[in-house]
Protein backbone atom coordinates (compact mmCIF):
# COMPACT_ATOMS: atom_id res chain seq x y z
CA UNK A 1 0.00 0.00 0.00
CA UNK A 2 2.84 2.48 0.70
CA UNK A 3 4.21 1.56 -2.79
CA UNK A 4 1.14 2.64 -4.31
CA UNK A 5 0.14 6.02 -2.46
CA UNK A 6 4.10 6.78 -3.29
CA UNK A 7 3.23 6.28 -7.17
CA UNK A 8 0.51 7.89 -6.81
CA UNK A 9 2.71 11.46 -5.26
CA UNK A 10 5.36 10.98 -8.33
CA UNK A 11 2.09 10.62 -11.03
CA UNK A 12 0.12 13.61 -9.09
CA UNK A 13 3.86 16.15 -9.22
CA UNK A 14 4.04 15.11 -13.13
CA UNK A 15 0.83 16.01 -13.88
CA UNK A 16 1.37 19.23 -12.09
CA UNK A 17 4.67 20.31 -13.87
CA UNK A 18 2.66 19.21 -17.18
CA UNK A 19 -0.04 21.72 -16.37
CA UNK A 20 2.52 24.36 -15.05
CA UNK A 21 4.51 23.48 -18.48
CA UNK A 22 1.68 24.28 -20.57
CA UNK A 23 0.28 27.32 -18.77
CA UNK A 24 3.78 29.31 -19.62
CA UNK A 25 4.26 28.42 -22.94
CA UNK A 26 0.50 29.62 -23.64
CA UNK A 27 1.06 32.46 -22.03
CA UNK A 28 4.44 32.84 -23.98
CA UNK A 29 2.83 32.48 -26.99
CA UNK A 30 0.31 34.82 -26.63
CA UNK A 31 2.66 37.81 -25.49
CA UNK A 32 5.09 37.32 -28.22
CA UNK A 33 2.13 36.73 -30.75
CA UNK A 34 1.17 40.69 -29.71
CA UNK A 35 4.91 41.82 -32.03
CA UNK A 36 4.03 40.00 -35.09
CA UNK A 37 3.87 41.60 -38.15
CA UNK A 38 2.71 40.97 -41.56
CA UNK A 39 5.43 41.06 -44.46
CA UNK A 40 5.06 43.93 -46.30
CA UNK A 41 7.77 44.63 -49.32
CA UNK A 42 7.49 48.21 -48.87
CA UNK A 43 8.76 47.90 -45.58
CA UNK A 44 11.29 45.56 -47.09
CA UNK A 45 12.55 48.16 -49.10
CA UNK A 46 12.53 50.84 -46.93
CA UNK A 47 14.76 48.95 -44.67
CA UNK A 48 17.22 48.14 -48.17
CA UNK A 49 16.82 51.70 -48.98
CA UNK A 50 16.39 53.81 -45.76
CA UNK A 51 17.14 57.32 -48.06
CA UNK A 52 13.59 57.31 -50.00
CA UNK A 53 14.27 59.74 -53.41
CA UNK A 54 17.64 60.57 -53.02
CA UNK A 55 19.58 59.38 -56.22
CA UNK A 56 22.46 57.27 -56.21
CA UNK A 57 25.17 56.22 -58.62
CA UNK A 58 24.63 53.69 -60.84
CA UNK A 59 26.98 50.70 -61.45
CA UNK A 60 26.77 51.56 -65.46
CA UNK A 61 28.18 47.14 -66.06
CA UNK A 62 24.50 46.47 -64.46
CA UNK A 63 22.38 49.14 -64.81
CA UNK A 64 24.01 51.75 -67.77
CA UNK A 65 23.01 52.40 -71.85
CA UNK A 66 24.46 50.11 -74.35
CA UNK A 67 26.70 52.10 -76.11
CA UNK A 68 26.86 50.18 -79.08
CA UNK A 69 22.97 50.23 -80.04
CA UNK A 70 22.73 54.23 -78.92
CA UNK A 71 22.56 55.54 -82.21
CA UNK A 72 19.03 53.47 -82.97
CA UNK A 73 16.34 55.80 -82.67
CA UNK A 74 12.46 55.62 -82.92
CA UNK A 75 11.61 56.92 -86.52
CA UNK A 76 8.23 55.74 -87.82
CA UNK A 77 7.24 58.55 -89.53
CA UNK A 78 6.39 58.19 -93.28
CA UNK A 79 9.52 58.80 -95.60
CA UNK A 80 7.31 59.66 -98.48
CA UNK A 81 4.15 62.38 -98.95
CA UNK A 82 1.10 60.95 -99.09
CA UNK A 83 -2.17 63.04 -100.04
CA UNK A 84 -4.43 64.30 -96.72
CA UNK A 85 -7.29 62.26 -96.58
CA UNK A 86 -10.78 63.57 -97.82
CA UNK A 87 -13.15 64.87 -94.46
CA UNK A 88 -15.99 62.20 -95.70
CA UNK A 89 -15.16 58.21 -94.84
CA UNK A 90 -15.68 55.64 -97.54
CA UNK A 91 -14.95 52.97 -94.99
CA UNK A 92 -14.60 51.48 -91.30
CA UNK A 93 -12.39 49.81 -88.99
CA UNK A 94 -13.24 46.13 -88.14
CA UNK A 95 -11.31 44.88 -85.38
CA UNK A 96 -11.88 41.49 -83.79
CA UNK A 97 -10.61 40.65 -80.67
CA UNK A 98 -9.90 37.61 -78.72
CA UNK A 99 -7.33 35.38 -77.15
CA UNK A 100 -5.43 36.27 -74.19
CA UNK A 101 -3.04 39.83 -73.93
CA UNK A 102 -0.11 38.38 -76.18
CA UNK A 103 -3.01 37.74 -79.10
CA UNK A 104 -4.98 40.53 -78.52
CA UNK A 105 -1.83 43.26 -78.63
CA UNK A 106 -0.22 41.60 -81.55
CA UNK A 107 -3.49 40.90 -83.72
CA UNK A 108 -4.31 45.08 -83.36
CA UNK A 109 -1.74 45.90 -85.51
CA UNK A 110 -2.58 43.28 -88.33
CA UNK A 111 -4.56 45.73 -90.11
CA UNK A 112 -4.71 45.95 -94.10
CA UNK A 113 -7.12 47.52 -96.37
CA UNK A 114 -9.20 45.44 -98.38
CA UNK A 115 -9.13 47.88 -101.33
CA UNK A 116 -5.25 47.60 -101.68
CA UNK A 117 -3.64 45.13 -104.50
CA UNK A 118 -0.60 45.30 -103.02
CA UNK A 119 -1.35 44.98 -99.24
CA UNK A 120 -4.05 42.07 -100.81
CA UNK A 121 -1.26 40.23 -102.31
CA UNK A 122 1.22 40.20 -98.93
CA UNK A 123 -1.50 39.70 -96.76
CA UNK A 124 -1.08 38.18 -92.91
CA UNK A 125 -3.39 35.28 -94.47
CA UNK A 126 -0.21 33.78 -95.60
CA UNK A 127 1.18 34.53 -91.66
CA UNK A 128 4.20 36.37 -92.96
CA UNK A 129 4.54 39.28 -90.56
CA UNK A 130 8.01 40.18 -92.90
CA UNK A 131 6.95 42.18 -95.94
CA UNK A 132 9.31 43.03 -99.53
CA UNK A 133 10.66 46.20 -99.14
CA UNK A 134 8.35 47.90 -101.02
CA UNK A 135 5.92 47.72 -98.44
CA UNK A 136 8.21 49.32 -95.57
CA UNK A 137 5.76 52.31 -95.35
CA UNK A 138 2.91 49.51 -94.64
CA UNK A 139 5.63 48.24 -91.79
CA UNK A 140 5.96 51.33 -90.16
CA UNK A 141 2.11 52.32 -90.37
CA UNK A 142 1.96 49.20 -87.98
CA UNK A 143 4.48 50.76 -85.52
CA UNK A 144 2.51 53.68 -85.26
CA UNK A 145 -0.37 51.53 -84.56
CA UNK A 146 0.79 49.56 -81.94
CA UNK A 147 3.56 51.99 -80.53
CA UNK A 148 1.58 55.31 -80.69
CA UNK A 149 -2.28 54.55 -81.30
CA UNK A 150 -2.64 51.92 -79.62
CA UNK A 151 -3.18 52.91 -76.08
CA UNK A 152 -4.26 51.35 -72.47
CA UNK A 153 -7.62 52.61 -70.43
CA UNK A 154 -6.52 55.88 -69.20
CA UNK A 155 -7.01 54.21 -65.46
CA UNK A 156 -4.78 51.60 -66.46
CA UNK A 157 -1.96 54.00 -67.84
CA UNK A 158 -2.30 56.37 -64.43
CA UNK A 159 -2.06 53.48 -62.01
CA UNK A 160 0.99 51.41 -64.56
CA UNK A 161 2.87 54.68 -64.47
CA UNK A 162 2.02 55.15 -60.51
CA UNK A 163 3.38 51.74 -59.80
CA UNK A 164 6.94 52.59 -61.63
CA UNK A 165 7.16 56.15 -59.49
CA UNK A 166 6.62 54.00 -56.37
CA UNK A 167 9.21 51.40 -57.78
CA UNK A 168 12.02 54.06 -58.34
CA UNK A 169 10.77 56.42 -55.09
CA UNK A 170 13.80 54.64 -53.66
CA UNK A 171 16.25 56.14 -55.35
CA UNK A 172 17.05 52.68 -57.07
CA UNK A 173 16.92 50.93 -60.24
CA UNK A 174 14.87 48.08 -61.08
CA UNK A 175 14.96 45.24 -63.24
CA UNK A 176 11.74 43.63 -64.33
CA UNK A 177 11.66 39.25 -65.16
CA UNK A 178 8.63 37.42 -66.49
CA UNK A 179 8.73 34.32 -65.61
CA UNK A 180 6.72 32.89 -68.91
CA UNK A 181 5.23 30.53 -67.39
CA UNK A 182 2.24 29.39 -69.25
CA UNK A 183 0.27 26.57 -69.51
CA UNK A 184 -0.41 26.37 -73.38
CA UNK A 185 3.47 27.31 -73.57
CA UNK A 186 4.82 24.41 -71.87
CA UNK A 187 2.57 22.14 -73.65
CA UNK A 188 3.13 23.55 -76.60
CA UNK A 189 6.93 22.70 -76.48
CA UNK A 190 6.37 19.57 -74.27
CA UNK A 191 7.61 20.97 -71.28
CA UNK A 192 5.74 18.47 -68.59
CA UNK A 193 8.26 16.64 -66.88
CA UNK A 194 9.62 20.39 -65.54
CA UNK A 195 7.06 19.73 -62.83
CA UNK A 196 6.87 16.01 -61.58
CA UNK A 197 3.54 17.07 -59.73
CA UNK A 198 -0.03 17.60 -60.63
CA UNK A 199 0.93 20.20 -62.89
CA UNK A 200 2.54 17.72 -65.54
CA UNK A 201 -0.92 16.15 -65.28
CA UNK A 202 -2.60 19.44 -66.54
CA UNK A 203 0.20 20.01 -69.46
CA UNK A 204 -0.49 16.70 -70.78
CA UNK A 205 -3.76 17.11 -71.03
CA UNK A 206 -3.93 20.42 -72.43
CA UNK A 207 -1.21 19.00 -74.96
CA UNK A 208 -3.43 16.30 -76.22
CA UNK A 209 -6.19 18.57 -76.91
CA UNK A 210 -3.74 20.51 -78.72
CA UNK A 211 -3.16 17.36 -81.14
CA UNK A 212 -6.67 16.77 -81.38
CA UNK A 213 -7.06 20.27 -82.94
CA UNK A 214 -3.86 19.98 -84.80
CA UNK A 215 -2.08 22.67 -83.27
CA UNK A 216 0.70 20.05 -82.51
CA UNK A 217 1.98 17.70 -84.56
CA UNK A 218 3.52 15.54 -82.47
CA UNK A 219 3.76 12.65 -79.89
CA UNK A 220 1.93 13.45 -77.09
CA UNK A 221 4.86 12.13 -74.38
CA UNK A 222 7.71 13.41 -75.78
CA UNK A 223 11.26 13.85 -73.25
CA UNK A 224 10.94 17.01 -71.55
CA UNK A 225 14.61 17.39 -70.63
CA UNK A 226 15.55 16.65 -74.56
CA UNK A 227 13.14 19.96 -75.52
CA UNK A 228 15.17 21.79 -72.48
CA UNK A 229 18.61 21.24 -73.81
CA UNK A 230 17.02 22.55 -77.19
CA UNK A 231 16.15 25.80 -75.90
CA UNK A 232 12.39 24.76 -76.78
CA UNK A 233 11.45 25.26 -72.13
CA UNK A 234 11.26 28.89 -70.34
CA UNK A 235 14.31 28.88 -68.15
CA UNK A 236 13.02 28.59 -64.29
CA UNK A 237 13.43 31.27 -61.71
CA UNK A 238 15.85 29.73 -60.17
CA UNK A 239 17.95 29.24 -63.20
CA UNK A 240 17.32 33.49 -63.42
CA UNK A 241 18.68 33.87 -60.13
CA UNK A 242 21.51 32.63 -60.35
CA UNK A 243 22.29 33.88 -63.85
CA UNK A 244 21.42 37.55 -62.46
CA UNK A 245 24.20 37.08 -59.36
CA UNK A 246 26.52 35.97 -61.91
CA UNK A 247 26.02 39.04 -63.67
CA UNK A 248 26.87 40.82 -60.10
CA UNK A 249 23.06 41.95 -59.01
CA UNK A 250 23.28 42.30 -55.25
CA UNK A 251 20.88 40.74 -53.34
CA UNK A 252 19.00 44.15 -52.76
CA UNK A 253 18.16 44.39 -56.40
CA UNK A 254 14.47 45.31 -56.51
CA UNK A 255 13.11 42.75 -58.94
CA UNK A 256 9.31 43.43 -60.45
CA UNK A 257 7.80 39.74 -61.39
CA UNK A 258 5.42 40.37 -64.27
CA UNK A 259 2.76 37.93 -65.37
CA UNK A 260 -0.74 37.94 -64.25
CA UNK A 261 -0.38 34.00 -64.01
CA UNK A 262 3.04 31.93 -63.28
CA UNK A 263 1.69 28.42 -64.17
CA UNK A 264 3.13 26.60 -61.18
CA UNK A 265 2.51 28.88 -58.43
CA UNK A 266 4.28 30.93 -56.48
CA UNK A 267 6.48 28.23 -54.69
CA UNK A 268 8.64 27.89 -57.98
CA UNK A 269 9.52 31.43 -57.18
CA UNK A 270 10.85 30.34 -53.78
CA UNK A 271 14.71 30.18 -55.36
CA UNK A 272 14.71 33.37 -56.51
CA UNK A 273 12.89 35.66 -53.36
CA UNK A 274 15.62 33.78 -51.31
CA UNK A 275 18.72 34.88 -53.81
CA UNK A 276 16.92 38.43 -53.81
CA UNK A 277 15.04 40.15 -50.90
CA UNK A 278 13.37 42.93 -52.87
CA UNK A 279 11.52 40.99 -55.44
CA UNK A 280 7.87 42.79 -55.67
CA UNK A 281 4.99 42.40 -57.89
CA UNK A 282 1.52 43.94 -58.60
CA UNK A 283 0.28 43.35 -55.53
CA UNK A 284 3.08 44.54 -53.41
CA UNK A 285 2.59 48.05 -54.98
CA UNK A 286 -1.01 48.76 -55.01
CA UNK A 287 -3.72 48.61 -52.61
CA UNK A 288 -6.68 46.26 -52.86
CA UNK A 289 -9.16 49.21 -53.40
CA UNK A 290 -6.50 50.26 -56.48
CA UNK A 291 -6.77 47.46 -58.32
CA UNK A 292 -10.42 46.61 -57.24
CA UNK A 293 -11.19 50.28 -58.47
CA UNK A 294 -9.44 49.19 -61.42
CA UNK A 295 -11.92 46.32 -62.17
CA UNK A 296 -15.06 48.32 -61.44
CA UNK A 297 -18.16 47.28 -60.19
CA UNK A 298 -19.22 43.24 -60.33
CA UNK A 299 -22.26 41.49 -59.80
CA UNK A 300 -21.48 39.02 -57.34
CA UNK A 301 -21.52 35.54 -58.37
CA UNK A 302 -21.43 32.53 -56.36
CA UNK A 303 -18.19 30.54 -55.24
CA UNK A 304 -16.89 27.96 -56.98
CA UNK A 305 -17.25 25.35 -54.55
CA UNK A 306 -15.65 21.77 -55.42
CA UNK A 307 -17.99 19.11 -54.33
CA UNK A 308 -16.41 15.67 -54.16
CA UNK A 309 -18.40 12.63 -55.15
CA UNK A 310 -21.19 10.56 -52.98
CA UNK A 311 -19.39 8.03 -51.81
CA UNK A 312 -20.45 4.44 -52.88
CA UNK A 313 -23.40 2.55 -51.16
CA UNK A 314 -22.50 -1.02 -49.29
CA UNK A 315 -24.54 -2.37 -51.83
CA UNK A 316 -23.24 -0.85 -54.65
CA UNK A 317 -19.66 -2.13 -53.24
CA UNK A 318 -21.11 -5.82 -53.20
CA UNK A 319 -22.73 -5.66 -56.77
CA UNK A 320 -19.17 -4.16 -58.48
CA UNK A 321 -17.72 -7.32 -56.81
CA UNK A 322 -20.34 -9.92 -57.83
CA UNK A 323 -19.78 -8.27 -60.77
CA UNK A 324 -15.88 -8.91 -61.17
CA UNK A 325 -15.88 -12.48 -62.33
CA UNK A 326 -14.68 -15.93 -61.18
CA UNK A 327 -12.37 -16.22 -58.12
CA UNK A 328 -9.16 -16.20 -58.27
CA UNK A 329 -8.90 -12.68 -59.11
CA UNK A 330 -5.64 -10.18 -59.38
CA UNK A 331 -4.31 -8.25 -56.90
CA UNK A 332 -5.63 -5.37 -57.30
CA UNK A 333 -3.68 -2.53 -58.71
CA UNK A 334 -1.38 -0.26 -56.52
CA UNK A 335 -2.65 2.57 -54.82
CA UNK A 336 -2.12 6.03 -57.06
CA UNK A 337 0.22 8.92 -55.69
CA UNK A 338 -1.78 10.51 -52.87
CA UNK A 339 -3.99 13.28 -53.73
CA UNK A 340 -3.21 16.22 -51.06
CA UNK A 341 -6.43 18.35 -49.76
CA UNK A 342 -5.39 21.28 -51.58
CA UNK A 343 -5.26 19.37 -55.07
CA UNK A 344 -9.28 18.85 -54.85
CA UNK A 345 -10.14 22.67 -54.05
CA UNK A 346 -8.33 24.40 -56.51
CA UNK A 347 -9.35 25.18 -60.19
CA UNK A 348 -7.41 21.75 -61.27
CA UNK A 349 -9.51 19.80 -58.96
CA UNK A 350 -11.27 17.90 -62.10
CA UNK A 351 -8.26 16.24 -62.87
CA UNK A 352 -8.22 14.64 -59.39
CA UNK A 353 -11.37 12.61 -60.37
CA UNK A 354 -12.28 13.25 -63.87
CA UNK A 355 -10.50 12.51 -67.85
CA UNK A 356 -11.79 15.78 -69.34
CA UNK A 357 -11.67 19.05 -67.93
CA UNK A 358 -14.64 20.99 -67.53
CA UNK A 359 -16.24 24.19 -69.31
CA UNK A 360 -14.63 27.40 -67.53
CA UNK A 361 -17.03 28.17 -64.99
CA UNK A 362 -18.58 32.33 -64.75
CA UNK A 363 -16.30 33.15 -61.75
CA UNK A 364 -13.46 31.30 -64.48
CA UNK A 365 -14.24 33.69 -67.55
CA UNK A 366 -14.14 36.84 -64.77
CA UNK A 367 -11.01 35.53 -63.32
CA UNK A 368 -9.47 35.93 -67.04
CA UNK A 369 -10.74 39.23 -67.65
CA UNK A 370 -9.07 40.54 -64.70
CA UNK A 371 -5.92 38.50 -66.16
CA UNK A 372 -5.74 40.94 -69.05
CA UNK A 373 -5.91 43.99 -66.99
CA UNK A 374 -3.44 42.52 -64.79
CA UNK A 375 -1.21 41.71 -67.81
CA UNK A 376 -1.79 45.69 -68.78
CA UNK A 377 -0.14 46.73 -65.72
CA UNK A 378 2.86 44.37 -65.94
CA UNK A 379 3.22 45.56 -69.59
CA UNK A 380 3.96 49.15 -68.74
CA UNK A 381 5.87 48.26 -65.76
CA UNK A 382 8.36 45.95 -67.88
CA UNK A 383 8.73 48.65 -70.75
CA UNK A 384 9.69 51.20 -68.78
CA UNK A 385 11.72 49.34 -66.23
CA UNK A 386 15.39 49.50 -66.44
CA UNK A 387 16.47 45.95 -66.97
CA UNK A 388 14.39 43.51 -68.19
CA UNK A 389 14.73 40.14 -67.84
CA UNK A 390 12.31 37.25 -69.89
CA UNK A 391 12.10 33.63 -69.13
CA UNK A 392 10.67 32.57 -72.59
CA UNK A 393 10.62 34.60 -75.79
CA UNK A 394 11.45 34.14 -79.52
CA UNK A 395 10.42 30.24 -79.55
CA UNK A 396 9.72 30.31 -83.66
CA UNK A 397 6.20 29.59 -83.18
CA UNK A 398 3.46 31.71 -85.07
CA UNK A 399 2.51 31.99 -81.23
CA UNK A 400 2.54 35.86 -80.00
CA UNK A 401 4.35 36.03 -76.03
CA UNK A 402 4.11 38.72 -73.36
CA UNK A 403 7.86 39.06 -73.71
CA UNK A 404 8.56 39.35 -76.94
CA UNK A 405 6.16 42.10 -77.39
CA UNK A 406 7.82 44.19 -74.71
CA UNK A 407 11.34 43.74 -76.25
CA UNK A 408 10.32 45.12 -79.63
CA UNK A 409 8.66 48.17 -77.60
CA UNK A 410 11.95 48.48 -75.86
CA UNK A 411 13.50 48.32 -78.50
CA UNK A 412 11.74 50.42 -80.93
CA UNK A 413 11.43 53.06 -77.73
CA UNK A 414 15.14 52.87 -76.90
CA UNK A 415 17.38 50.44 -78.45
CA UNK A 416 19.86 51.06 -75.89
CA UNK A 417 18.08 50.09 -72.80
CA UNK A 418 19.32 47.08 -71.28
CA UNK A 419 17.27 43.83 -72.06
CA UNK A 420 18.46 40.79 -72.13
CA UNK A 421 17.60 38.01 -75.02
CA UNK A 422 19.34 35.16 -73.94
CA UNK A 423 19.87 31.70 -75.40
CA UNK A 424 17.99 29.36 -73.74
CA UNK A 425 20.03 26.53 -75.74
CA UNK A 426 23.13 27.88 -74.68
CA UNK A 427 22.13 28.88 -71.09
CA UNK A 428 20.77 25.04 -70.92
CA UNK A 429 24.46 24.20 -71.86
CA UNK A 430 26.08 26.47 -68.94
CA UNK A 431 23.59 24.72 -66.36
CA UNK A 432 24.37 20.71 -67.29
CA UNK A 433 28.24 22.14 -66.60
CA UNK A 434 27.13 22.60 -62.61
CA UNK A 435 23.62 20.99 -62.58
CA UNK A 436 25.18 18.79 -59.37
CA UNK A 437 26.19 21.93 -57.26
CA UNK A 438 24.78 24.90 -58.87
CA UNK A 439 25.06 26.99 -55.78
CA UNK A 440 28.90 27.10 -55.83
CA UNK A 441 30.11 27.69 -59.69
CA UNK A 442 33.43 27.97 -60.37
CA UNK A 443 34.76 31.87 -62.04
CA UNK A 444 34.99 30.33 -65.36
CA UNK A 445 31.84 29.64 -65.54
CA UNK A 446 30.81 32.72 -63.87
CA UNK A 447 32.36 34.65 -66.55
CA UNK A 448 31.19 32.51 -69.35
CA UNK A 449 27.72 32.75 -68.35
CA UNK A 450 28.31 37.17 -67.76
CA UNK A 451 30.01 36.87 -71.15
CA UNK A 452 27.04 35.08 -73.19
CA UNK A 453 24.31 37.93 -71.20
CA UNK A 454 26.52 40.64 -72.24
CA UNK A 455 26.59 39.58 -75.88
CA UNK A 456 22.58 39.18 -75.86
CA UNK A 457 22.22 43.00 -74.87
CA UNK A 458 24.39 43.77 -78.14
CA UNK A 459 24.01 43.31 -81.58
CA UNK A 460 24.62 39.46 -81.65
CA UNK A 461 21.75 39.33 -79.51
CA UNK A 462 19.89 41.33 -81.70
CA UNK A 463 20.73 39.58 -84.73
CA UNK A 464 19.36 36.64 -83.34
CA UNK A 465 16.34 37.99 -82.22
CA UNK A 466 15.58 39.00 -85.92
CA UNK A 467 16.16 35.25 -87.20
CA UNK A 468 13.82 33.82 -84.43
CA UNK A 469 10.89 36.05 -83.58
CA UNK A 470 11.11 38.59 -86.68
CA UNK A 471 9.40 35.91 -89.37
CA UNK A 472 6.28 35.34 -87.09
CA UNK A 473 6.08 38.62 -85.13
CA UNK A 474 7.02 41.93 -86.98
CA UNK A 475 6.65 43.68 -83.30
CA UNK A 476 9.17 42.35 -81.36
CA UNK A 477 11.70 43.50 -83.50
CA UNK A 478 10.52 46.76 -85.62
CA UNK A 479 14.03 47.31 -86.80
CA UNK A 480 15.44 48.82 -89.56
CA UNK A 481 12.17 49.84 -90.69
CA UNK A 482 10.88 52.22 -87.79
CA UNK A 483 13.96 53.27 -86.38
CA UNK A 484 16.73 56.22 -87.83
CA UNK A 485 20.23 56.50 -86.66
CA UNK A 486 22.35 59.62 -85.53
CA UNK A 487 24.91 60.75 -88.00
CA UNK A 488 27.57 61.69 -85.43
CA UNK A 489 28.22 57.82 -85.08
CA UNK A 490 30.11 55.45 -86.96
CA UNK A 491 27.51 54.29 -89.57
CA UNK A 492 27.04 50.50 -88.98
CA UNK A 493 27.37 48.23 -92.68
CA UNK A 494 23.65 46.14 -93.28
CA UNK A 495 23.87 42.72 -91.90
CA UNK A 496 21.40 40.19 -94.06
CA UNK A 497 20.17 37.32 -93.81
CA UNK A 498 20.13 34.44 -96.04
CA UNK A 499 16.84 35.45 -97.66
CA UNK A 500 18.34 38.98 -98.29
CA UNK A 501 16.58 40.83 -95.92
CA UNK A 502 18.15 43.28 -93.38
CA UNK A 503 18.92 42.10 -89.80
CA UNK A 504 20.59 44.88 -88.51
CA UNK A 505 21.84 47.71 -89.82
CA UNK A 506 20.71 49.67 -92.97
CA UNK A 507 18.91 52.45 -91.23
CA UNK A 508 18.47 56.03 -92.20
CA UNK A 509 19.99 59.50 -91.12
CA UNK A 510 17.56 61.15 -88.32
CA UNK A 511 16.48 64.38 -88.90
CA UNK A 512 18.50 67.06 -87.30
CA UNK A 513 15.85 67.73 -84.33
CA UNK A 514 16.54 64.26 -83.41
CA UNK A 515 20.27 64.63 -83.30
CA UNK A 516 20.03 67.90 -81.58
CA UNK A 517 17.61 66.31 -78.58
CA UNK A 518 20.18 63.42 -78.24
CA UNK A 519 23.47 65.42 -77.88
CA UNK A 520 21.44 66.98 -75.20
CA UNK A 521 20.39 63.86 -73.55
CA UNK A 522 24.35 62.69 -74.13
CA UNK A 523 25.56 65.83 -71.94
CA UNK A 524 22.78 64.98 -69.19
CA UNK A 525 24.08 61.72 -68.60
CA UNK A 526 27.51 62.32 -68.82
CA UNK A 527 26.77 64.15 -65.38
CA UNK A 528 25.44 61.43 -63.64
CA UNK A 529 27.03 59.95 -60.60
CA UNK A 530 28.50 56.59 -61.39
CA UNK A 531 29.27 53.60 -58.83
CA UNK A 532 32.26 51.86 -58.33
CA UNK A 533 31.80 49.04 -60.79
CA UNK A 534 33.48 46.09 -59.40
CA UNK A 535 33.90 43.37 -61.83
CA UNK A 536 34.64 40.27 -59.52
CA UNK A 537 31.70 38.15 -59.62
CA UNK A 538 29.64 37.71 -56.29
CA UNK A 539 29.11 34.25 -54.57
CA UNK A 540 26.03 33.28 -52.98
CA UNK A 541 26.16 33.65 -49.06
CA UNK A 542 25.90 30.82 -47.17
CA UNK A 543 22.73 31.83 -44.66
CA UNK A 544 20.86 32.10 -48.59
CA UNK A 545 21.91 28.64 -49.73
CA UNK A 546 20.51 26.97 -46.30
CA UNK A 547 17.62 28.84 -46.38
CA UNK A 548 16.98 27.82 -49.47
CA UNK A 549 17.70 24.48 -49.00
CA UNK A 550 14.84 23.87 -46.38
CA UNK A 551 12.43 25.94 -48.25
CA UNK A 552 12.74 23.32 -50.73
CA UNK A 553 13.14 20.21 -48.96
CA UNK A 554 9.73 20.73 -47.36
CA UNK A 555 7.48 21.21 -49.97
CA UNK A 556 5.44 18.50 -50.81
CA UNK A 557 2.07 19.55 -50.08
CA UNK A 558 2.29 23.00 -51.00
CA UNK A 559 -0.57 24.61 -52.99
CA UNK A 560 0.31 25.00 -56.64
CA UNK A 561 -1.85 28.70 -56.30
CA UNK A 562 0.32 29.54 -53.31
Given at each position: ?40 AKEALSHDFPYIGSPVGRNKRLWGAVRS ?392 GLIRQSLLSKPTSFLSHPIPECSCRISS ?74
Amino acid sequence: MAFKSKIKWVALFVLTLSLGSLTVHLSLTKFSSMSLVQYSAKEALSHDFPYIGSPVGRNKRLWGAVRSLESLQPYANPRNLYPVPGKTSNGFIYAKIFGGFEKIRSSASKCYSRNSRDTRKYSFKRHKPILPPILSEFQRLRCRVAFHTLQFRPEIQILGLRMVERLRAWGQPFLAYHPGLVRDTLAYHGCAELFQDVHTELIQYRREQMIKQGIVNDELSVESHIRRENGSCPLMPEEVGLLLRAMGYPSNTIIYVAGSQTFGGQRLLIPLRAMFANVVDRTSLCSKTELSDLVGPETPLPPDVFKMPNPKSEEQLKEEWNRAGPRPRPLPPPPDRPVYQHEKEGWYAWITENDKEPNPSPMDLRMQAHRLLWDALDYIVSVEADAFFPGFHSDGSRWPDFSGLVIGQRLYERASSRTYRPDRKKITELFNIIRDDMYHPKRNWILSAREHLNRSLSEEGLIRQSLLSKPTSFLSHPIPECSCRISSVEITKPIKGKDGRILFGGEPECPKWMQSARAEKARTDETEPAEDENDEPEQLEPDVISSLTSLIDHDEEWDPND
